[in-house]
T-cell receptor, first 112, second 120 residues
Framework: GENVEQHPSTLSVQEGDSAVIKCTYS??????FPWYKQELGKRPQLIID?????GEKKDQRIAVTLNKTAKHFSLHITETQPEDSAVYFC???????????FGSGTRLSIRP | GAGVSQSPRYKVTKRGQDVALRCDPI?????LYWYRQALGQGPEFLTY????????KSGLPNDRFSAERPEGSISTLTIQRTEQRDSAMYRC??????????????????FGSGTQLSVL
C-alpha cells in the first residue's frame, strides 16, 4: 500500500551538532520527495525537496539524500541552531501522480 | 491574496450538524489538496483536484465527507452529520501545476492556516 514511514519520532541534539531524520517509502514509482518544517501553531512549510533523478541536494545547512534502490531518503541538518527546533515531516509522491502523502513527523529539539 | 486562504479559522459545531470548510488557493494554482492533521501527527491525505476534476478521493474517511471545486479555483470540503471523531485541523494546500518529470517546482505544496474543527 501507499506508505511513508519516518523515524525517529523525537530527536534531541546539542546546539551545533548535526541531526538526521530518515524516511522510507513503499511505492517504487514515487519520484518526488519534499520535506516540511512545522513550528508550533503554524502551517507546514517546505524547506527542501528532491526528485528521483537526483541522489543528493543541499541548501546551506540542510541536505537531503535519496536511495532509490532501498527506497529511503534522509534529511540532514548541520550546525543546528535553536530556531531549528520544530516538527519535520517527510513526504513522497505516489506513483507518477501528484498525490503526496506524509510521514508521521519528527519532533526535533535543540539543546542550548 | 498572496497565500492559500482557509475559512473559517475555527469552527465549533454540535454533533449531527453539517459543516462546510472553504479553501481559496493561490491564484493560478492548478492542484488543490485537502489534508486532515491531528495534533502531533503528519497531514493525512483526504483528496485532491487538478483544475475542477477530483483526481483521488481515496483518503476521505467515509461517505459523510465530500469535496468539490466546481470552477477550478475555490474548493469546499463538506462533512455531513458530524461526529466527535471528526474533530481535527483541516488543511488545504495548493501547487502550481500537474507534476512534470524533471521539474519539481510545480509540485511544491503551499499550505493554508487550516480550519480547526471541534465537534461537541
Amino acid at each position: 500500500g501507499e506508505n511513508v514511514e519516518q523515524h525517529p519520532s523525537t530527536l534531541s541534539v546539542q546546539e551545533g551538532d548535526s541531526a538526521v531524520i530518515k524516511c522510507t517509502y513503499s511505492d517504487s514509482a514515487s519520484n518526488y520527495f519534499p520535506w516540511y518544517k512545522q513550528e508550533l501553531g503554524k502551517r507546514p512549510q517546505l524547506i527542501i525537496d528532491i526528485r528521483s533523478n537526483v541522489g543528493e541536494k543541499k541548501d546551506q545547512r540542510i541536505a537531503v539524500t535519496l536511495n532509490k534502490t532501498a527506497k529511503h531518503f534522509s534529511l540532514h541538518i548541520t550546525e543546528t541552531q535553536p530556531e531549528d527546533s520544530a516538527v519535520y515531516f517527510c513526504a513522497a509522491s505516489i506513483g507518477r501522480a501528484s498525490k503526496i502523502i506524509f510521514g508521521s513527523g519528527t519532533r526535533l529539539s535543540i539543546r542550548p | 491574496g498572496a497565500g492559500v486562504s482557509q475559512s473559517p479559522r475555527y469552527k465549533v459545531t454540535k454533533r449531527g450538524q453539517d459543516v462546510a470548510l472553504r479553501c481559496d488557493p493561490i491564484s493560478g494554482h492548478v492542484s488543490l489538496y485537502w489534508y486532515r492533521q491531528a495534533l502531533g501527527q503528519g497531514p493525512e491525505f483526504l483528496t485532491y483536484f487538478n483544475y475542477e476534476a477530483q483526481q483521488d478521493k481515496s483518503g476521505l474517511p467515509n461517505d459523510r465527507f465530500s469535496a468539490e471545486r466546481p470552477e477550478g479555483s475555490i474548493s469546499t470540503l463538506t462533512i455531513q452529520r458530524t461526529e466527535q471523531r471528526d474533530s481535527a485541523m483541516y488543511r488545504c494546500a495548493s501547487s502550481s501545476g500537474v507534476g512534470q518529470e524533471t521539474d519539481a517546482t510545480n509540485e511544491k505544496l503551499f499550505f493554508g492556516s487550516g480550519t480547526q474543527l471541534s465537534v461537541l
